[in-house]
């Protein structure tokens, strides 16, 4: 994990939501160059909506956005994912007909150069040798713990700085889990950077550098991950008691 004092990415008071609706209310986070951050916290707390922001799908009603130090807050979606963010979304959203060839060629839409692509896509069947195996296999054949290994492969093919994680293992049998998270940690150990969303707090906050706890779309807890899973409001609230 990089020691920098530049944030990779900042969130500075972000205010936003969907129509009259709003989610987040003066939201502040940081992931710095080589860290994996996590956010947890109780459904309806407006985690997901922080990754939708960040990407552009929703745009703040007030707050700052920057990655890089630029600020990214009022740009499209397409011209935030060409800076170097992906997104790997909840639900494993993946086409039933097309192949997993065909999806991760997709996923490198913005990769102009084809040696960058092959390498991306070897890189990507590397991690995940299952896809290897099924490469010409059509997606709805594929089991769910499978089709969130795609999801994920697909958000690597553009080589990206920052991946945005949203709620990667639900649903997961638990050797799927791990597979998931050992993925991330592996990735993570070549530079990219994660913002991770997990309903598993416990395990999330096992695999992470620092987290945030959201509650009623604010920040309520943030620290080192292991100062939270120690932290006995933290444990009683959102771990379980564990």
Known sequence: MSTTSTPLLRLSGVCAGYGSKEILRGI???VAPGEIVCIIGPNGAGKSTVLLTILGYLKPRAGEIAFRGQPIAQMETDAIVRLGIAYCPQGRTIFP??????????????VRDAQKRRSARAWVLEL??????????KAKT?????????????SLMASPTLVLLDEPTIGLAPNFV?????????????GVSFLIVEQNAAKVLERSHRGYVLEMGENRYQGPSRALREDEKVRNMYLGGT
């Open 128 to 137: 995940f040798p299952r896809l290897r195996e099924r490469e010409q296999q």
């Open 142 to 154: 594929m089991s769910g713990g499978e089709r969130q290994m795609l999801t994920f492969g697909m």
């Open 97 to 110: 007909e097309m192949t997993v060839a065909e999806h991760l060629n997709m996923g490198a839409w913005t």
């Open 28 to 30: 502040d986070c940081e």
């Open 178 to 190: 791990e597979t998931i998270f050992d993925a991330m940690e592996r990735i993570n150990r070549e």
